[in-house]
């Protein structure tokens, strides 16, 4: 109702109005220098703990440019091969192609300033506030001083542009890339010097080999060129040939990559083809998913978000409240006044820019739309105008200065409490940045030679922490069990250092007790859980443990249970193996002595002693399907199960399969006599 309003009012203005201020250009440069420091602050502020980690998705691109540093640089063509090679393992759906301009980039900061979370998250810090200088350029060609800069305020302090540029997301680069082109190019199509078609060229070029999502920004580039060239009739041979030159550099330099793309099974690579929308609009013969896509895309500004703790706060609208109405009501001031180039482009920019979510099975993931978020502030700054202008208040009124105060400081407010205080504090996005494994990483990095170091399998090889510490990286070995129950001697100076997860206090506790002596420390999530387990033991102590155990011979190892192991869903199929696991403490798909599953079944048989006579309750946690039978009495996964027993051994099986999903976690716990807590059976209760 209220954009049907605005679009009336619209149509009764049919003359353009002066923006709503005018701003002298020593006080133009003044307010933009005012604004990226209050950019730079906001990027700035607490960069050392906010965010808490870095993904492992971002922080395979530091992996990548420490692997530069570390084995010399190469050219791109050879650094495309390289690292696919190097990846493919664990991030196969990522091609490197599409991180290849950061690898190197990346390479050159850390080169500069060493390498560490800090020293990631400034580098797009660095690039953002570019970025804002370049878009700032792009709009001031198209407008005013005071609607440019107002959207360079709306940016500054968006919450969306400032998680991921503290995250470290590629998608940065892509605004960097993208309007650096884009000024570059209307500056060249009003001066008509070559120069600038050529720094555009460079700058689409180097943006191709950056994030996937900036493969569809050359449409957009073009577009733009064409509407130049055809709005400017005496000009319109030399932008022809100028912009035959920005077309030239761009193919020469993007040269290599699409050779390689063309090399590739896929050529767009096979994250596109997974996440390609195709597939839904062939089965249903519609473009119905398309128009639910697009619908999400703008559900995701003013109203639900992105459901990625990584990316914003989870299902928080990825404006605030203020920006979001704007928006709105400068949307459909660009529909009405389309014909304006600073609109037409607008317009394009937010339905080119957005295909990367429209056509993909995924659209409220709000990287792939992100380059859409400069446009946002745009119209949203271009309608305020509008409304300033039409209600006959001044700045120089205290009504118009009031609300003029009032307005960026309420703006301000919500999005420095979105990211500062509700995502700071919220444990989910404290999880998702791989906080644990950063932990683990610079852990590692600062007690350097001291220790061999064992890993849970979910840190183990995990971007976030192994770009830190790349150094120890012959001393870090997963921790597998039952392997871990009798380690080698560490070498020269060197003790032990674990690594568990959340969740794994069973094993936990086997380590105490096979190596005594040693220190725990755990670290807590913004809820007070236990999220990381470390366990230090000295050499000395780590010897000495060895020794023992050694000296007590295969007696001092448990035995644990039976797991009977099928890579089927069919419990008649042999079983593909068979292991002694000590403890049923599985806290992630990585724990598992198996990699590739679903499908995956598992029967775990043996006996359970009861260490004193009472009142025990069992209970099996798990995300699938699980059951357990303590002397033939059996009960499911989530069901507790009181038993009284007396001091003794009692007959055990476990059941688990796996049918289909990735998370994964499987615990058999009790409850002993006089216990108020849960504890995963202990090692020691488990009998052949």
């Known amino acids: 109702m209220g954009s049907f309003l605005f679009f009336n009012l619209i149509r009764k203005t049919r003359d353009r109005l002066a923006p709503f201020s005018k701003v002298p250009r020593s ?58 090679a190097q990846s493919i393992d664990y991030i196969g759906s990522i091609a490197p192609e599409t991180l290849l301009e950061t690898f190197t980039g990346l390479a050159g900061w850390f080169a500069l300033f060493g390498v560490s979370k800090t020293i990631f998250s400034l580098f797009f810090v660095f690039l953002s506030l570019a970025g804002l200088v370049l878009i700032y350029w792009f709009f001031r060609q198209l407008t005013g001083p005071a609607v440019s800069l107002g959207a360079l305020f709306l940016l500054s302090i968006m919450h969306w542009h400032l998680t991921l540029s503290r995250n470290g997301h590629p998608v940065i680069d892509n605004l960097f890339f993208m309007f650096g082109c884009l000024a570059f190019l209307i500056y060249g199509c009003r001066t008509l010097k070559i120069w600038p078609f050529l720094l555009a060229g460079v700058f689409m070029a180097a943006g191709f080999y950056g994030y996937a999502a900036f493969k569809v920004f050359p449409l957009f580039a073009f577009f733009i060129l064409s509407v130049e060239i055809l ?50 609009i062939a089965a249903q013969k519609s473009l119905v998913p398309l128009a639910q896509n697009a619908l999400r895309i703008f559900l ?10 990584t990316y914003d706060l989870p299902y928080h ?182 690594f568990l997860q959340e969740g794994r206090t069973g094993v936990l506790s086997l380590l105490q007790s096979i190596y005594p002596g040693g220190t725990t420390e755990k670290i807590l ?59 049923i403490n599985f806290s992630s798909r990585n724990d598992f002595p198996v990699k590739s599953f679903p499908p995956l079944s598992v029967h775990w048989s043996g006996k359970v002693a009861a260490p004193i006579s009472g009142d025990y309750r069992f209970l099996v946690l798990s995300d699938d399907w699980a059951k357990a039978k303590v002397k033939g009495i059996g009960f499911a996964q989530g069901e507790e199960k009181d038993m009284p027993l007396r001091k003794g051994s009692y007959p055990l099986e476990i059941f688990y399969q796996k049918t289909q999903g990735l998370n994964t976690c499987l615990h058999f716990l009790w409850k002993r006599p006089g216990s108020d807590h849960y504890e995963v059976v202990p090692y020691q209760a488990f009998r052949d």
């Not at 912009?243 to 596109?272: D, E």
């Not at 995701?300 to 703790?309: A, H, N, V």
Request: neutral net charge; proline residues 7%.
């Open 231 to 280: 709005g400017e009739p005496l000009k319109r041979k030399r932008l022809v040939v100028l912009g035959s030159a920005f077309l030239l550099v761009f193919l020469s330099l993007i040269l290599p990559l699409t050779i390689h793309m063309g090399q590739s099974p896929s050529f767009l690579g096979t994250r596109f083809d997974t996440n390609f929308i195709g597939d839904r």
């Open 300 to 309: 995701s500004l003013d109203r639900e978000g992105d459901p990625t703790p």
């Open 525 to 583: 999530d913004p809820a007070g859980r236990p999220s990381l387990y470390l366990y230090r033991v000295p050499r000395e102590t780590a010897l000495y443990d060895l020794e023992v155990l050694l000296k007590k011979g295969p007696a001092a190892v448990p035995r644990g249970l039976w797991g009977e192991y099928r890579f089927s869903n069919d419990w008649t199929v042999k079983p593909s193996f068979t292991q002694r696991d000590p403890l």
């Open 27 to 84: 006080w133009e440069t003044k307010i933009f220098l005012t604004l990226m420091s209050l950019a730079a602050f906001l990027r700035l502020y607490r960069i050392a703990d906010l965010p808490s980690g870095i993904a492992r998705d971002e922080a395979f691109q530091a992996w990548g440019a420490v692997r530069i540093l570390q084995e010399g640089w190469v050219s791109f063509y050879q650094t495309l091969h390289h690292y696919q």
């Open 317 to 498: 609208r990825l404006l605030d409240d203020a920006t979001g109405i704007l928006f709105i009501l400068g949307l459909t001031l660009a529909l009405a006044r389309w014909r304006e180039k600073k609109f037409l482009y607008s317009l394009a920019g937010l339905g080119l820019l957005s295909l990367p979510a429209l056509l993909s099975v995924g659209p409220e993931q709000s990287p792939r739309f992100f380059a859409i978020a400069p446009f946002a502030a745009f119209l949203s700054m271009e309608s305020f105008s509008f409304l300033f202008s039409r209600s006959g208040v001044t700045i120089r009124g205290w009504a118009g200065s009031l609300f003029l105060a009032a307005l960026p400081i309420f703006m301000l407010y919500q999005n420095f409490r979105v990211y500062f205080v509700e995502r700071a504090a919220n444990p989910l996005c404290w999880h998702w940045a791989d906080t644990e494994a950063g932990i683990v990483g610079r852990t590692i990095a600062e007690n350097n030679e001291d220790y061999e170091y064992y890993l849970s399998p979910a840190y183990y090889r995990n971007f976030s922490a192994q770009f830190q510490c790349m150094a120890q990286e012959a001393h870090m070995h997963s921790l597998d069990l039952p392997a871990a129950m009798s380690l080698p001697a560490p070498p020269e100076r060197r003790g032990f250092y674990f």
